[in-house]
């Protein structure tokens, strides 16, 4: 069976994952990029090659399929990657500054070890690219707007992709007919509105920093904040970018970015923890109840990633203001749901909406597109 080594180079670190089919052969994980021990990308990826050539080995890569966080309103499907795409990631590492470069140094690197490979780009962005106008326009001047690249684009596009499909199937839905929310919740926190089976709105815009409230970011806020800052705290621009990218959200009102800390801290009695895990639910709510007003005859509520997978009391209270809109929980099946290896269930049957747990596959969706992009190139 045909085999594909996925790829997801972070600035420090470097996870690969060999699949064959829907079968993980063999994860690793490179740490401390940069260090007299692995000082760049090509060094972390050539100690992960010799790794995979001491234990399952290479035979029959197909191809390295790389996650790339930004795509752009360029790049809106699974790319070959060639000198032109590569120059194409490149010009959009000013619209995710901290997650292309990395990227882009491992497809750099993969491709001088591996020449005679396939190397495939996945794009974060591209399930988003369905949007229509409406939802991805900024109220901007349009001539400036396209100048700069001014609009939502959206992010954590390979999981909501991953749990549609699989939402669907457990649902018995065709994939082009299912309707949803689909809320990511780790770190980095985004709701999607997905009608037959197509992203229509998400709540990440044109960096991950719009939307829910998350582990380090602010999500939303006023823009006049970022002004306020530089007039009256005389903070640089780099700055305020640093304050509401990496200090803000659950950590800069708790002191803690993981869930599970701010819930333990929270029934300490610690009142700063109590207020991060209600504003932090609140804006999830918000936007659930937001999407499921656009998404007509919404089939299902799904919860999945870290936070979303594992965090019974999280989906409780974004679910309970929400029974007028057909969401109704079972609290012992909800209880029971961390961290379910299949699609469970948590609704109690009569709210409308079913409530899905599902567990993402973000390595086995960019595996899933990269499969599909070749089959299409190999019968043109």
């Known amino acids: 069976m045909s085999r594909v080594l996925v790829i997801n180079a972070g600035s420090s670190s470097l996870k690969h994952q060999l699949r064959a089919g829907g079968t993980v052969v063999a994860r690793g994980l490179v740490e401390e990029i940069g260090s007299a021990d692995v000082p760049d990308h090509a060094a972390a990826l050539t100690r992960a090659l010799d790794d995979l050539r001491a234990g399952p080995g290479l035979d029959g890569l197909a191809a390295v399929a790389h996650r790339v966080v930004h ?26 500054p901290l997650h292309n470069p990395p990227q882009l140094a491992g497809i750099r690197a993969l491709r001088a070890l591996l020449p005679g490979v396939p190397q495939v780009a996945v794009f974060d962005t591209a399930f988003h690219a369905t949007m229509p106008a409406r939802a991805s326009t900024y109220a901007l001047p349009p001539a400036l707007a396209r ?197 469970v269930v948590i609704d109690d049957g009569t709210g409308g909406v079913r409530v899905l747990v599902v567990p993402t596959d973000e390595e086995g969706e960019i595996a899933r597109q990269t499969g599909e992009l070749l089959d299409g190139v190999r019968t043109v």
């Open 71 to 96: 795509g752009g309103d360029r790049y809106t499907a699974a790319t070959l990657v060639d000198d032109d795409v590569e120059a194409g990631i490149a010009a959009l590492c000013s619209l995710a």
């Open 147 to 343: 100048e700069h690249g001014l609009r939502k684009y959206g992010f954590h596009g390979t999981s909501h992709a991953y749990v549609t499909h699989r939402t669907a199937a457990a649902l018995g839905v065709a994939q082009d007919a299912v309707r949803l929310v689909s809320c990511h919740i780790g770190n980095g926190v985004s709701v999607t509105a997905v009608r037959d089976g197509r992203s229509i709105d998400t709540s990440m815009g044109l960096t991950p920093l719009q939307g829910a409230v998350m582990g380090t970011r602010s999500g939303d806020l006023d823009p006049a904040v970022v002004f306020h800052l530089v007039r009256e705290a005389g903070m640089s621009a780099q700055e305020v970018d640093d304050l509401l990218n990496t200090r803000s959200g659950l950590l800069g009102m708790s002191g803690e970015s993981d869930l599970r800390r701010v819930h333990a801290a929270a029934d300490a009695g610690d009142a700063d923890a109590q207020l991060a895990l209600d504003v932090h639910a609140y804006r999830l709510t918000t936007y659930v109840a937001a999407y499921l007003g656009v998404v007509a005859g919404a089939q299902a509520l799904v919860f999945t990633a870290g936070a979303g997978e594992h965090d019974p009391r999280l989906r409780a209270a974004v679910c309970a203001p929400l029974a007028h809109l057909g969401i109704s929980l079972d609290a012992a099946a909800n209880a029971a749901a961390v961290g379910p290896r299949e699609p």
